[in-house]
């Protein structure tokens, strides 16, 4: 699979989708299948009323292959102690599509986006057992700097992590 990121615009919908995955922002005709995938991928899901506050966000994103969302990502920024801080919320992929690159494209171009929104650095969590996830953060430039006990609804701890952009 040819992944392809977009450059330009974040508001960008010209994407042709034939079979390389695009990624572009996040629509209303996508939420059921954004819903699906955060079901089969955590514990504690998101509702789909969540995921339909942040439609029209810049930082909320799918993957998309052959018409189908392969996965997404969710991101602000907002002001924290006078800086700008990114935060990525949520971002998963759907189970049939985990190891193609569809989470390092949507943590790229989730990357860039934050950036261009003015964040000076991106924070995230992530649970303290994921260690795939820790692997493909840290590749990101990712580092751990806490841990929040018991964070996620069944006790797991989380890893606060963190990328200073430049």
């Known amino acids: 699979m040819t992944v392809r990121v977009p450059e330009g615009d974040d ?5 042709r989708d034939d079979g390389e995955l695009a990624i572009r922002p ?3 005709a996508d939420l059921l299948a954004v819903v699906r995938i955060e ?15 942040f439609l029209g966000d810049p930082g909320f ?14 991101a602000d920024v907002s002001p924290s102690f006078g800086r700008q801080l990114g935060h990525i919320k949520d971002v998963a992929v759907h189970p049939d599509r985990r190891e193609m690159g569809v989470g390092s494209a949507l943590l790229s171009r989730s990357v860039a986006v934050l950036t261009a929104h003015g964040a000076d650095s991106i924070k995230l969590e992530v649970r303290r057992s994921n260690d795939r ?21 069944n006790d797991e701890d989380a ?7 430049e």
């Open 11 to 15: 508001h960008d919908h010209g994407y």
């Open 26 to 28: 996040a629509e209303r």
């Open 39 to 53: 079901n089969e991928s955590f514990p504690q899901p998101w509702p789909y009323e969540a995921f339909d506050r």
């Open 61 to 74: 994103l799918v993957a998309v292959t052959n018409g189908d969302v392969a996965g997404y990502v969710v």
């Open 133 to 153: 996830a820790k692997r493909l953060y840290r590749q990101f430039g990712f580092e751990p700097i806490r841990r929040i006990p018991g964070y996620y609804g």
């Open 159 to 165: 890893i606060v992590m963190v990328r200073q952009l």
